[in-house]
């Protein structure tokens, strides 16, 4: 509760530019989150469906009886070309969404120390116009306070960068397995 309570208070004391900076990384960490959680979950479940056709084509199965993403192309009319084709298409379905994590990843830092650097100018400028009373009690909470937003670009950057390379190594793993599953129907034919 007490957080809470200091929470507003820092809020209440904070200038519109802070708000807005703290809005907006509060938003790019539910939107890392909502991609980490709607595209790992979705990759694992892919990977898995391509494991089974890989262990049924091993296992000497027609391509159609599969869940294989590659199963809408017939095995009568298998080329390394359409192959190709469906494999490109699989890796970029996989890597959807790596750019808008890249993007939060690399911005977030950058709009935090933009939050800051716009609450110091605002605490200098007030201080310049109170008369000389710049003790270091006055200073170190308002500097104190413009730091947050550093912070919390910082905090949302992490999870972001982290968040991308967890994706990019399931989409690599979903097209390692297909690619094998194209080498294997191309070496049967």
């Known amino acids: 509760m007490e957080s809470i309570e200091l929470f507003i208070s820092y809020l209440s004391k904070s200038s519109l530019v802070t708000i807005i900076v703290l809005s907006w990384l509060s938003l790019y960490f539910i939107i890392s989150f909502t991609i980490l959680f709607s595209r790992y979950s979705g990759l694992n479940n892919w990977i898995k469906r391509e494991k089974q056709a890989l262990e049924a084509i091993l296992l000497g199965k027609r391509l159609e009886t599969t869940d294989s993403s590659l199963n809408k192309c017939s095995q009568d009319n298998l ?111």
């Open 79 to 189: 080329s390394k070309e359409r192959l190709e084709v469906f494999i490109s298409l699989a890796q970029t379905n996989s890597t959807s969404g790596l750019t808008t994590l890249s993007i939060i990843a690399s911005t977030s830092p950058f709009i935090g120390l933009f939050g800051t650097v716009i609450s110091i100018l605002e605490t200098f400028a007030a201080l310049g116009q109170g008369g000389g009373s710049a003790s270091l009690s006055v200073i170190a909470p308002a500097i104190s306070e413009a730091l947050v937003a550093t912070g919390c670009g910082i905090f949302v950057a992490i999870p972001a960068y982290s968040f991308n390379l967890l994706i990019k190594r399931k989409a690599y793993e979903l097209i390692s397995l297909i690619q094998r599953e194209s080498n294997l129907l191309l070496s049967s034919k």
